[in-house]
């Protein structure tokens, strides 16, 4: 979704109209930072039980590092959120040792 990050406002409207229409949405993974009551419904209402957030660092320490901009307020409210929803299966990813690559160290 990090290419769509521009109508990210809209999208959620988009995807709820899609669903009124009586098609499906799908997306791969969900900015943590991003994630909109209506493209939740419409993700849900398209039969959605699992989710994927990329909180991409373990610590804060390393979110920062990474630049990924995110807290970990953020990110429970994010998993909050999806349980209040009933979506209960959440795929997570991480990155490891990612700032060595860009020469840095943790």
């Known amino acids: 979704m990090g290419r769509l990050y521009p109508i990210m406002p809209v ?8 669903v009124d ?4 949405v799908s997306v791969s993974s969900l900015r943590i ?3 909109d009551p209506d493209m939740l419904e419409a993700l849900i209402a398209s039969g959605h ?3 994927s957030l990329a909180p991409e660092g373990g610590s ?7 630049r990924k901009n995110l807290t970990e307020a953020q990110i429970l409210d994010a998993c909050e959120m999806l ?3 009933d979506i209960l299966n959440l795929k997570l990813y991480f990155h490891h040792r990612s700032s060595e690559r860009n ?4």
């Open 21 to 24: 229409k009586g098609a499906k």
């Open 83 to 85: 349980i209040t929803h």
């Open 49 to 51: 039980k699992t989710i």
């Open 60 to 66: 804060q320490r390393m979110r920062d590092l990474i």
């Open 33 to 35: 930072d991003r994630i």
């Open 11 to 18: 999208l959620g409207r988009l995807c709820r109209y899609i």
């Open 103 to 106: 020469g840095c160290r943790p």
